[in-house]
T-cell receptor
Framework: AQSVAQPEDQVNVAEGNPLTVKCTYSVSGNPYLFWYVQYPNRGLQFLLKYITGDNLVKGSYGFEAEFNKSQTSFHLKKPSALVSDSALYFC?????????????FGKGTRLSVIA | DGGITQSPKYLFRKEGQNVTLSCEQNLNHDAMYWYRQDPGQGLRLIYYSQIVNDFQKGDIAEGYSVSREKKESFPLTVTSAQKNPTAFYLCATADPGNSPLHFGNGTRLTVT
């Protein structure tokens, strides 16, 4: 079975400070990993994905994520947070050898960036 | 996302009535998905379809039905058998493999 854990319901950070949103996963074999962002009353927007190769993945809006196989983690990071980054963030996973089975999402982490 | 249209944006129904949520895409994606979002519970998969005229149940299919008669369309019917239908419903599409999901802007259904 595939699963994703986002251990923090809420993350608060001051504008200009670095931010981290945590994600750990469980799959059989190697994973495909994704981060999405959701603004109020909107659908999810794709930020970045890890497929293979370099463990540090860069995505939209200055976000990046680091794949750590030994810790089964894929934490989302940004060096300097903006107030406009305040939103709901979702991590998702699918096993690489699972064909087209649907993504499994975490429960989301609400990021609040304070000016 | 301009390529996926969910309508209507807000929907109000009386308990006991069936209601159909529309999802149309012009991205030419094979796979389409319906998710339900409730506060604090993340996204839960209702149904998905990887090809026309075929679909599979997700984790919470009870009380819902779908059809996939055209590649572009994947309507979701919330039946009176769904015990707690009030939620935000999201439709998504994807190409096969490791492509990311593309989401519509959702339909907020309120049943009273």
């Amino acid at each position: 079975a595939q699963s994703v854990a986002q251990p923090e319901d809420q993350v608060n950070v001051a504008e200009g400070n670095p931010l981290t949103v945590k994600c750990t996963y469980s799959v059989s074999g190697n994973p495909y990993l994704f981060w999405y962002v959701q603004y109020p009353n909107r659908g999810l927007q794709f930020l970045l994905k890890y497929i293979t190769g370099d463990n540090l993945v860069k995505g939209s809006y200055g976000f990046e994520a680091e794949f750590n196989k030994s810790q089964t983690s894929f934490h989302l990071k940004k060096p300097s947070a903006l107030v406009s980054d305040s939103a709901l963030y979702f991590c998702a996973v699918r096993a690489r050898n699972s064909g087209n089975t649907p993504l499994v999402f975490g429960k989301g982490t609400r990021l609040s960036v304070i000016a | 996302d301009g390529g996926i249209t969910q309508s209507p944006k807000y929907l109000f129904r009386k308990e006991g009535q069936n209601v159909t949520l529309s999802c149309e895409q012009n991205l030419n994606h094979d796979a389409m998905y319906w998710y339900r979002q409730d506060p604090g519970q993340g996204l839960r998969l209702i149904y998905y379809s990887q090809i026309v005229n075929d679909f599979q149940k997700g984790d919470i299919a009870e009380g819902y039905s779908v059809s996939r008669e055209k590649k572009e369309s994947f309507p979701l019917t919330v039946t009176s058998a769904q015990k707690n239908p009030t939620a935000f419903y999201l439709c998504a599409t994807a190409d096969p493999g490791n492509s990311p999901l593309h989401f519509g802007n959702g339909t907020r259904l309120t049943v009273t």
